[in-house]
C-alpha cells in the first residue's frame, strides 16, 4: 500500500506563491504517474497537473503559465509550485499516483490508486 503525504499549503494573498510537495513511501514511486487534484467547497475534485515517470507534464487551462508540477524520483517527492495565485486556486490540494497508463490526457479520480490526505491553500484578495 502506497502513502502520500502532502505538505506546503498555507494562506497567501493573490499574486503570491506556494510550493506543495508529496513524499511517497515506496521506492516504486518513480514507476507512477503522479498528478496534483484540487477541491474546493461545493465543486467537485479537479485535476490540475500530472507528470510522467520520465518527467513528461500536463496542466488543466485554469493554472497554465501559472504552476509547475515536478519530481524528484530520488527522493520519492512530487511537487507543485504555484505562482501568481488566485482567489479561485483556493482550494484543499491532493497528490495521487497512477499505476497504470496513460498518463497524460483527462485526470479521472478513478484510475488514480492512491491519495494523499490533501493540504489547503487558501488565496486571499
Known amino acids: 500500500q502506497e502513502q502520500l503525504v502532502e505538505s506546503g499549503g498555507g494562506s497567501v494573498q493573490a499574486g503570491g506563491s506556494l510550493r506543495l510537495s508529496c513524499v511517497a513511501s515506496?521506492?516504486?514511486?518513480?514507476?507512477?504517474?503522479m498528478g496534483w487534484f484540487r477541491q474546493a467547497p461545493g465543486n467537485e475534485r479537479e485535476g490540475v497537473a500530472a507528470?510522467?515517470?520520465?518527467?513528461?507534464?500536463s496542466y488543466a487551462d485554469s493554472v497554465k503559465g501559472r504552476f509547475t508540477i515536478s519530481r524528484d524520483n530520488a527522493k520519492n517527492t512530487l511537487y507543485l509550485q504555484m505562482n501568481s495565485l488566485k482567489p479561485e486556486d483556493t482550494a484543499m490540494y491532493y497528490c495521487?499516483?497512477?499505476?497504470?497508463?496513460?498518463?497524460?490526457?483527462?485526470?479521472?479520480?478513478?484510475?488514480?490508486?492512491?491519495w494523499g490526505q490533501g493540504t489547503q491553500v487558501t488565496v486571499s484578495s
Open positions: 515506496r521506492y516504486t514511486y518513480s514507476r507512477y504517474c
Open positions: 507528470i510522467a515517470s520520465a518527467g513528461i507534464t
Open positions: 495521487a499516483a497512477k499505476l497504470f497508463p496513460p498518463c497524460m490526457g483527462r485526470m479521472i479520480l478513478g484510475q488514480y490508486s492512491y
